[in-house]
């Protein structure tokens, strides 16, 4: 199983208020990833950090921010919470560059109420 | 556009039976496809990966195969336990960048009932 760990694993909040969904792994993997994911629907990449102060854009436009001040961790942040991104937030981590195996962490599951 | 396309949606077996989940793809230039199982609630865990050059992979139970020429590939799995239930997701990922972009397919959804 991989060293990839997600807190919380789940969360209920109130609409307008700030959440961080963090996010550690121990291998020293260089690039991270933010995935989102509905029920039944494919995973889609929000953010992804090829290393330490690199952060990027993913395919599906998100209200979230990240950052990437160590290695190892790689927090999503919403500064105001909306129904709209009650989803399940997952993050991986791989070796290096090119088609090489994701890891993935338990998820987060996210409800805005 | 690159997609992947999984089928069928849902599939309920009885336990010990074997089944055949589908995955087709428009992914290029293609670099390598994998299988991924996730567990409700959990992260994919990847149980199988094929490039180019390779036409079938297994991993204990399941068996992968990959036609490039056609762009399918089928995830086979033999005397099915209830630990099988789960979705599972084929995972492409093209050459075409630096980052390795993966394409994800939306899963089958497999129970496997006692």
């Known amino acids: 199983e991989a060293d990839i760990y997600q807190t919380p694993r789940y969360l209920v909040i109130g609409t307008g208020k700030k959440i961080t969904l963090e996010c550690s792994q121990t291998m020293g993997h260089d690039k991270m990833y933010w995935y989102q994911q509905d029920p039944g629907m494919e995973l889609h990449l929000i953010h992804y950090?090829?290393?330490?102060?690199?952060?990027e854009k993913g395919d599906l436009s998100s209200e979230s921010t990240v950052s990437r001040i160590r290695t190892e961790h790689f927090p999503l942040t919403l500064e105001s919470a909306r129904p709209s991104h009650t989803s399940q937030y997952l993050c991986?981590?791989?070796?290096?560059?090119?088609?090489?195996?994701?890891?993935f962490g338990p998820g987060t599951r996210l409800l805005v109420l | 556009k690159n997609q992947v396309e999984q089928s069928p949606q849902s599939l309920i077996i009885l336990e010990g039976k074997n089944c055949t989940l589908q995955c087709n793809y428009t992914v290029s230039p293609f670099s390598n496809l994998r299988w991924y199982k996730q567990d409700t609630g959990r992260g994919p865990v990847s149980l199988t990966i094929m490039t180019f050059s390779e036409n079938t992979k297994s991993n204990g139970r399941y068996t992968a195969t990959l036609d490039a020429d056609t762009k399918q590939s089928s995830l086979h799995i033999t005397a099915s336990q209830l630990s099988d239930s789960a979705s599972y997701i084929c995972v492409v990922s093209d050459r075409g960048s630096t980052l390795g972009r993966l394409y994800f397919g939306r899963g089958t959804q497999l129970t496997v009932w006692p």
């Open positions: 950090s090829y290393g330490v102060n690199s952060t």
């Open positions: 991986a981590s791989s070796e290096r560059t090119g088609g090489e195996t994701q890891y």
